[in-house]
């Protein structure tokens, strides 16, 4: 989200361009509707497109220590939320007029 976020256009933008990449990276899947802005055809990119998240959640979470403990004390989140906050930070003192 970050990457759209840095092209410009505030939250809309970043969204427009997020649901265009997506209409193009699930083309394949989404083939059997005529209109992909249809609330159908909607429905099953967002579908996709949180399934995606969640295995590369998961997947990232894998690779920062095996996922959260048993007990759900979520330390691998702590270190992801800590991380973005930080990316995010910089990003806003770098580029304050975007995030104005």
Known sequence: MLRLAA??????GAMRRMVEENKEKY??????FDDLDSPEATKERQRLFREDWQREQAA??????GGAP????GAAAS?????LT??????????????A
Not at 70 to 73: D, L
Not at 86 to 99: G, M, R, T
């Open 7 to 12: 092209k410009g256009g505030g939250p809309a």
């Open 79 to 83: 270190s992801t939320t800590a991380d």
């Open 27 to 32: 083309a394949a899947q989404l083939s059997q």
């Open 60 to 65: 990232d979470a894998l690779a920062r220590g």
């Open 86 to 99: 930080a990316k995010i930070e910089q990003l806003q003192s770098e580029n304050a007029d975007v995030f």
């Open 70 to 73: 048993a007990g759900g004390g």
